[in-house]
């Protein structure tokens, strides 16, 4: 067992996983390195990459630690305000308030649009950060699926390109972009899109063409505020000599092209004249909400459905979406030191953690491609506790009462 420290989980009380959750109300990790604005509208807003807080207990992610030659550790400075600023636009346009969830750490710490050897290139603090992030955004789906059935996620981003306008990334490439409309209205096409359920799904009834660069897509309404944008009617697509960005592991992860009903895009804003001063941020995150609020309204939901979340109290107890069915354990309690976990399926990696009620980590184990462990607890771990398994792409926690 790497890492264990002497410590009890909660005694002779009874932990609950049901947590309230109140829209408006600002929530942290425990190592406070990741923010949470919890939101009523179907909205989900990360920015991964705006975080300014370089501990040294977290190495660098230099080429050299990550054995990684590629490896990104650029900031997309002023975002994480863009996206606090976006929540306040939304709240004065809607009365409502949109799930914002922040990377706090610098870049060079943790990558949170990157998988999570790359992400976090096997430092411990990084990775427990890395997860809460995923976390926050996966509570955020679950509120928003439960009360709407559906819903928009957009990761925010900030990219230093020559050319001066927002790139919004459906995960087409640049070259499919420049394709036949024909192509961009095909299966093909279709199913490599970040918005592949809205595509066959939406309001007007409208195809891939018409969401991505017709009078009705994203970057066209921002063109039209002001906000020159690629795609869009105004610029339908990069130049072969253009740098683009056309989205990431967030887009692909949280996004509807291999599942859900989440759709979801990157915006990658240029500098000068939209994240550069408060003012500037300010104006942008106004003309982005008018944007949101008019295409979920086109797209998504009608007004009237979209307007409920004026009303939507938003108290949701996380615990109606946890129980998934990924693992079961016994015996419960443990009395003999072992406990056994039989995962639904073999994994590629697991990670299992034992944590206390404020999800500080007791003991934390990484097991390679199995469906079944077996193992000693550490003697000194004692009384309820919170059993975390982690996948590659889920996770689930139970209590589980340790008596040895
Ligand atoms: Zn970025």
Redesign the pocket.
């Known amino acids: 067992m790497k890492k264990i420290i002497v410590a009890f989980c909660i005694l002779f009380a009874n932990i609950s996983l049901a947590q309230t959750w109140v829209p408006g109300n600002t929530y942290y990790n425990s190592n406070t390195y990741v923010e949470y604005i919890f939101g009523n509208m179907p909205l989900i807003i990360s920015a ?3 975080g300014t807080i370089a501990p040294s207990t977290i190495p660098d992610r230099t080429a050299t630690i990550c054995g990684n030659s590629s490896v ?1 550790t ?3 400075s002023n ?1 994480d305000d863009l996206a606090r600023a976006l929540d306040t636009s939304l709240r004065n346009l809607l009365g409502c308030r949109t799930h914002t969830i922040i990377c706090r750490l610098d ?1 060079i710490k943790v990558d949170m ?1 990157r998988e999570i050897n790359e992400a976090t290139c096997g430092n411990a603090i990084a990775q427990t950060t890395w997860y809460n992030y995923h976390a926050y955004i996966d509570t955020a789906r679950k509120y928003i699926l439960a009360k709407y059935g559906r819903g928009l996620f957009i ?5 230093g390109h020559t050319k001066q306008r927002l790139e919004i990334g459906y995960l087409l490439t640049d070259s499919e972009l420049r394709s036949s409309d024909t192509y961009l209205n095909s299966n093909s096409a279709v199913n490599n899109s970040s918005i592949k359920k809205l595509i066959g799904n939406n309001l007007g009834n409208v195809n891939h063409v018409e969401l991505i660069k017709g009078a009705t897509a994203f970057g066209t309404m921002m063109a039209n505020t002001g906000y020159p944008s690629v795609p869009s009617q105004q610029d339908p697509a990069p130049l072969s000599t253009d740098d683009y ?1 056309n989205g ?1 592991y967030n887009s692909q992860r949280w996004g509807s092209r291999d599942t859900g009903m989440i759709d979801a895009f ?1 915006i ?1 804003s240029n500098y000068t004249g939209v994240r550069n001063t408060t003012a500037n941020i300010k104006k942008f995150a106004d003309s982005l909400a008018k944007v949101i609020k008019k295409y979920i309204e086109t797209h998504i939901l009608t007004p009237a459905q979209l307007a409920q979340c004026q009303t939507t109290t938003g108290i949701f107890n996380l615990s109606q979406g946890l129980q998934k069915g990924l693992f079961s354990f016994y015996p419960n309690p443990i009395t003999s030191g072992f406990l056994n976990i039989q995962m639904n399926k073999n994994y590629q990696r697991i990670i299992v953690k034992i944590m206390d009620d404020k999800g500080s980590i007791l003991m934390q184990q990484s097991y390679l491609n199995t469906q079944q462990l077996r193992f000693l607890l550490p003697p000194n771990l004692k009384g309820l506790c919170l059993l975390e398994i982690h996948t590659d792409k889920d996770w689930e926690v139970q209590k589980i009462l340790i008596n040895n």
């Open positions: 991964p990459h705006g990104t650029v900031t997309d975002t870049r649009n990761d925010l981003h900030g990219h960005f990431g990157q990658e």
